[in-house]
Every structure is written in C-alpha cells, then in structure tokens.
T-cell receptor
Framework: AQKITQTQPGMFVQEKEAVTLDCTYDTSDQSYGLFWYKQPSSGEMIFLIYQGSYDEQNATEGRYSLNFQKARKSANLVISASQLGDSAMYFCALPTGTASKLTFGTGTRLQVTL | SAVISQKPSRDICQRGTSLTIQCQVDSQVTMMFWYRQQPGQSLTLIATANQGSEATYESGFVIDKFPISRPNLTFSTLTVSNMSPEDSSIYLC?????????????FGDGTRLSIL
C-alpha cells in the first residue's frame, strides 16, 4: 500500500531565507511520481512541482525544487527566497498506479515571518 | 490546464438535510475525483467519478451517504446525504485531463460545508 509521511506539522522561516519541507514515502511500484501541492488559507489546492522516479535530475520550478533521494525514499521540497505569500499548508502526494488516485501526506504548515 | 468551477463555495446546513455540490470543467477530462478534507486534516479520496457508470468508492465511503453522478466528461456532482456535524469539511473535486506521467490533478476551489 502507498504511504506518505510528512513529519513536520509546522515550520517557520524568515522572509528571503530558504526552507526544506520533508516528505518520505513507501510504494511497491517500480515507476512512480511525487507531487507537491500548496493550500493557502482560502482552501484551494495549487500544484507546485512533480518528480518522476526515473527522472535523471531533481525537479525545479522557479523558487521550488525537489531534493529527491530515491534510495532513502524521500522527496523534500525546497523553497528558496521565501515570501510572505508562501505561508500555507504544503502537501506531498503519491499517485496509485495508473489510476492516478492520490494519497496525501498529513501536510506541513509553513509560516513565513518578517 | 483545465478550469474547474465548483459550487457552492460554502454553505451552512442543518443536520439531517442533504447538499449537492457541483463540479464543472471547461474541457473534457479523463478522470474526476472527489476528496474530503476534515478540519485540520489532510485530503482523503471519497470516490472516482466514472462517466456514465457508478462511481468507485474508497474504503469507508458508501454510495448511500455520498451519491455521485457524472453524466458527461465535463460535469460531476457529489451529494452529502443526511448530514451530521461530522460531515463538516471541505469537499474538493479534482480532474486529471491527460493520460501521461507527471500530469497533475487540478483541483476546484473547494466547498466549505458546516453542519449545525
């Protein structure tokens, strides 16, 4: 069964600093991917970044990048140059096979301070 | 990516009543899903809405409580039946519109439901 673990319920970071949000996973699939979503207090889910298990390089998308360590089964999200608007819940998610059903981690609440 | 319109955005309902949530997409999509997010919790998949056939429910969710329709490839509804305070949650629809790896699910803005 798929399992996603986010061990940091809450994180604080100062504006303009970088922050790493942890995500570990367990899957029996040989080929898989991991998604990160942001959920502001308004409630919508915003797709941030995707990492495929066979991608040769770590994914990057603007200020977002993934520290993907396949052997450790971790896919940590790095946000560089934090902004006040980055304050939100962040969820890591793992799709189930070809059905694309998502299993979500418990989330990390990030607070960016001045 | 597809534009998803979810209605209502929020509602306050009396226990024992039912509410139908609509999810409209501006293009045909392969798959549509319904999720529940209880207060302070993560998202949990309720069911996959199948076009022209019965939805596929996840463990712990049943059709009598959460009937789902999907009459075409752009529209789905979720009904929360015989509501109780425990049903107070955010309900989100999502779509997956390309059958290729790495294509993310895109979500509607959610329906915040409070039961009195």
């Amino acid at each position: 069964a798929q399992k996603i673990t986010q061990t940091q319920p809450g994180m604080f970071v100062q504006e303009k600093e970088a922050v790493t949000l942890d995500c570990t996973y367990d899957t029996s699939d040989q080929s898989y991917g991991l998604f990160w979503y942001k959920q502001p207090s308004s409630g919508e889910m915003i797709f941030l970044i995707y990492q495929g298990s066979y991608d040769e390089q770590n994914a990057t998308e603007g200020r977002y990048s993934l520290n993907f360590q396949k052997a450790r089964k971790s896919a940590n999200l790095v946000i560089s140059a934090s902004q006040l608007g980055d304050s939100a819940m962040y969820f890591c998610a793992l799709p189930t096979g070809t059905a694309s059903k998502l299993t979500f981690g418990t989330g990390t609440r990030l607070q960016v301070t001045l | 990516s597809a534009v998803i319109s979810q209605k209502p955005s929020r509602d306050i309902c009396q226990r024992g009543t039912s509410l139908t949530i609509q999810c409209q997409v501006d293009s045909q999509v392969t798959m549509m899903f319904w999720y529940r997010q209880q207060p302070g919790q993560s998202l949990t998949l309720i069911a996959t809405a199948n076009q022209g056939s019965e939805a596929t429910y996840e463990s712990g969710f049943v059709i009598d409580k959460f009937p789902i329709s999907r009459p075409n490839l752009t529209f789905s509804t979720l009904t929360v039946s015989n509501m109780s305070p425990e049903d107070s949650s955010i309900y989100l629809c999502s779509v997956w519109d390309h059958a290729r790896p790495g294509e993310p699910q895109h979500f509607g803005d959610g329906t915040r439901l409070s039961i009195l």
